[in-house]
């Protein structure tokens, strides 16, 4: 158990509508990185956030969004969702290099 | 473009025997490289890292070595086992061009499978 958090494990959604993967952290790490795996391009970095800041952007589609809260958890936002966007969404945390990867968000778009 | 080529998509070794895992990058400057275990639906899992001033790292049964004038990375395993069947993947902390922030690029990785 990495001590990192991802809700929901599954979702099922139609093309076309939006949803919200939260994650939560490890206890006391500041950064939380998003990344999304799917077969054909393996693991994408999307996302970084810093105590609460976007840090560094990699290949993140305009349709998708992300935050982090005060109390750090944070939550990606994807809308408009095609069939393209089905993959597996991980959240990982990092205190210094070592990242701890959650259990992911399979995400499946019908 | 920027690559990391992990040779290999399968590496299937008896038990007992060494499994070496081969990544190889172009146009990086990579301040370190990890490497992280994938087990079917699961999260990655950091096991080792290797600074780019460093030739040789270890961990118990692991071994990875980092060359950067090959630029190559070559992860060991040795006295494997069929618990250590799994995808391995290779990544690399770079600097995107003139950004001062740096990011993990990760290899699309090598799925092994040590049969007893």
């Known amino acids: 158990d990495s001590g990192v958090t991802q809700t929901p494990k599954h979702l099922i959604t139609a093309t076309g509508q939006r949803v919200t993967l939260r994650c939560s952290p490890r206890s006391g790490d500041l950064s939380v990185y998003w990344y999304q795996q799917s077969l054909d391009q393996g693991l994408q970095f999307l996302i970084q956030y810093y105590n609460g800041e976007e840090r560094a952007k990699g290949n993140i589609l305009e349709r998708f969004s992300a935050q982090q809260f005060p109390d750090l958890h944070s939550e990606l936002n994807l809308s408009s969702l095609e069939l393209g966007d089905s993959a597996l969404y991980f959240c990982?945390?990092?205190?210094?290099?070592?990242?701890?990867f959650g259990p992911g968000t399979r995400l499946t778009v019908l | 473009s920027q690559k990391i080529e992990q040779n290999s998509e399968a590496l299937n070794i008896q038990e007992g025997k060494t499994a070496t895992l081969t990544c190889n990058y172009t146009n990086y400057s990579p301040a370190y490289l990890q490497w992280y275990r994938q087990d079917p639906g699961r999260g990655p899992v950091f096991l080792l890292l290797?600074?780019?001033?460093?030739k040789e790292k270890r961990k118990e049964r692991l071994k990875v070595t980092f060359d950067t004038t090959l630029k190559q990375s070559l992860f060991h395993i040795t006295a494997s086992q069929p618990a250590d069947s799994a995808t391995y993947l290779c990544a690399l902390y770079a600097f995107d061009r003139g950004s001062t922030l740096g990011r993990l690029y990760f290899g699309r990785g090598t799925q092994l499978t040590v049969w007893p």
């Open positions: 990982a945390s990092s205190e210094g290099d070592e990242q701890f």
């Open positions: 290797i600074r780019e001033n460093e």
